[in-house]
């Protein structure tokens, strides 16, 4: 799949005309929303099997959280919201891959369901023990909310909000389910707080080693 995403982009940069790029584009979408779908599913196998490892390694945080920001601007330009992100210069151990993972998972859904506003990221370390202490990473949208019913069923695989709203908005529904497996596999802790129409906050807050 990737190496036919690779074509279309390819085509994409070729001499079109406009037709043909509008067709390309089409194709391009769909096959990003194929591959997303593709690797949600083996990820979220692989965590169903326990096969997936914490890999504790040296990252930068402010580069781990402006990594992600960087990837979601256009698209936050693109919807006409604000995305802000903050985090400090600081050198830690752990497994930035699966972190970059749930950050990634939690943006894309606060750009999906936020309409206008901002969204924001933010980040801080909580020290505990002179070697050891959490990093705690927040999202928080100004989008369309959940309802407390919901904070628990949220995190099941395959439960989207959009069934409530009229299937708006598209998904594979196994993000959140994703990003929770990740985080208590780190032995950490996802939280969420949000009001209708107010939106929504997801707090990650995982155990970490001081580099």
Do not use: W, Y
């Not at 096959?31 to 997936?52: H, P, Q």
């Not at 930035?96 to 369901?113: P, Q, Y």
Request: charged content about 25%; overall charge negative; aromatic content about 6%.
């Amino acid at each position: 799949m990737h190496d036919v995403m690779g074509i279309l982009n390819l085509l994409d940069e070729d001499c079109l005309k406009e037709r043909q790029h509008q067709l390309v584009s089409t194709a391009q979408v769909a096959g990003n929303d194929l591959v997303k779908l593709l690797d949600d599913v083996l990820r979220f196998s692989k965590l169903e099997a326990k096969d997936e490892v914490v890999q504790e390694k040296p990252f930068n945080v402010m580069e781990l959280v402006n990594g992600v920001s960087e990837l979601f601007h256009p698209l936050a330009i693109e919807k006409g919201l604000t995305l802000k992100a903050v985090a400090p210069d600081r050198n830690l151990i752990g497994d930035s891959e699966l972190l970059g993972h749930v950050l990634f998972n939690l943006v894309g859904n606060a750009i999906k369901f936020t309409d206008r506003g901002q969204i924001g990221i933010s980040t801080e370390i909580d020290f505990t023990l002179p070697s050891s202490a959490s990093l705690i990473i927040s999202v928080k949208d100004s989008g369309i909310g959940i309802c407390k019913g919901k904070f628990e069923t949220i995190f099941e695989e395959f439960f989207q909000v959009e069934t409530e709203l009229n299937r708006r908005f598209e998904g594979t529904g196994l993000g959140l389910a994703i990003s929770k497996r990740i985080v208590e596999l780190m032995k950490g802790r996802i939280t969420l707080e949000s009001e209708i129409g107010k939106g929504s906050c997801f707090t990650v807050s995982v155990p970490i080693l001081i580099k």
